[in-house]
Nanobody, 113 residues
Framework: VQLQASGGGLVQPGGSLRLSCAAS????????MGWYRQAPGNQRVLVAR???????NYADSVKGRFTISRDNAKNTVYLQMNRLKPEDTAVYYC????????WGQGTLVTVSS
């Protein structure tokens, strides 16, 4: 199964981005999925999780600003990011939660004025 994240870019503080993650295989209907991020010099961390039944969980650092969703018919999971902060700058990845699939390339999000 291949995972391809997209939608990153350069955005000013307070701005929004929507990330997408498409899977080549039909996994989303049976797996919990997560968005992870890795800032320079830091470990990769989970920021949002969506269970197969639709329930969501968020890291405290993004709670109230980020929203994870999924479209099982399209094998795609999304991350809507609002009120972005410079500390959100990182490469964002999707994977199963816990992550057992091969990591894709990720998509870079840079929050800067």
């Amino acid at each position: 199964v291949q995972l391809q994240a997209s939608g990153g870019g350069l955005v000013q503080p307070g701005g929004s981005l929507r990330l997408s993650c498409a899977a080549s295989g039909r996994i989303f209907s049976i797996n919990d999925m997560g968005w992870y991020r890795q800032a320079p010099g830091n470990q990769r961390v989970l920021v949002a999780r969506i269970l197969s039944g639709g329930r969501t969980n968020y890291a405290d650092s993004v709670k109230g600003r980020f929203t994870i969703s999924r479209d099982n018919a399209k094998n795609t999971v999304y991350l809507q990011m609002n009120r972005l902060k410079p500390e959100d700058t990182a490469v964002y990845y999707c994977n199963a939660e816990p992550p057992f699939l091969s990591w894709g390339q990720g998509t870079l999000v840079t929050v800067s004025s």
